[in-house]
């Protein structure tokens, strides 16, 4: 199935957002009024938000439009890597991880993700991959986003629940649980393996 509307839903928005940044005419700031009302009639048209949900969501972003970040820690205990069990998923697995705070290094937002959803504490080692969200197998996602896989050694702290996850545990490549693909996939997933066999493969990218 084609994902067009999104990609077009998308770009109306982020031209509308990116317009509203600078607009000083209010001629103007109708105009991309009315492009950010048209790019929420195309994502409700092809989703299960609403008109006025979808535009609501847009009208919540502001300044220019950028990509969104979204870190993942990749933990390794013994050949097993953590996940954490999602709430808002119906219990299905993830690497932990969510979005970057303003005012967070990617560091400390890793960090800080990790400690909340599993109960462990890390430290922050290397960059394995920065993933376009939408070129990588996920969902249809809104957002535009940016996903970075930061490789931690684990230093401290047990496994333990959140407000978000469910439990965490180490799971080795050949018994990978049911995963809550909106958030990590099973191919990324292997890449991360790769990644921990062989530490001197670069950095991904796109």
């Known amino acids: 199935m084609s994902e067009r509307w999104l990609e077009w839903g998308q770009r109306l928005q982020a031209l509308a957002q990116n317009g509203f940044a600078y607009a000083e005419s209010?001629?103007?700031?109708?105009?991309?009024?009315?492009?950010?009302?048209?790019a929420a009639e195309i994502i409700a048209a092809h989703s299960g938000l609403t008109v006025e949900r979808a535009a609501e969501l847009?009208?919540?972003?502001?300044?220019?439009?950028?990509?969104?970040?979204d870190v993942r820690g990749v933990v390794f205990k013994d050949d097993g890597i953590l996940l954490?069990?999602?709430?808002?998923?119906?219990?299905?697995w993830t690497l932990p991880g969510g979005w970057a705070d303003v005012g967070e290094s990617p560091r400390e937002a890793v960090v800080r993700e990790v400690h909340e959803e599993s109960g462990f504490e890390t430290r922050p080692v290397k960059l394995l991959a920065v993933y376009?969200?939408?070129?990588?197998?996920?969902?249809?996602?809104?957002?535009?986003?940016?996903?970075?896989f930061i490789l931690c050694e684990l230093i401290g702290g047990e496994a333990a629940h959140s407000i978000e996850t469910q439990g965490a545990a180490f799971f080795r490549e050949d018994d990978i649980p049911e995963l809550s693909i909106g958030r990590t996939t099973k191919e990324q997933l292997a890449r991360m393996f790769e990644h921990y066999r062989n530490p001197d493969l670069p950095t991904e990218f796109d």
């Open 26 to 38: 209010p001629f103007d700031v109708e105009r991309y009024a009315q492009l950010r009302e048209l």
């Open 58 to 69: 847009f009208a919540e972003e502001t300044s220019y439009a950028t990509p969104k970040v």
């Open 84 to 92: 954490v069990r999602e709430m808002a998923d119906r219990g299905r």
């Open 132 to 148: 376009d969200k939408a070129k990588h197998g996920h969902p249809p996602d809104l957002l535009y986003i940016y996903k970075l």
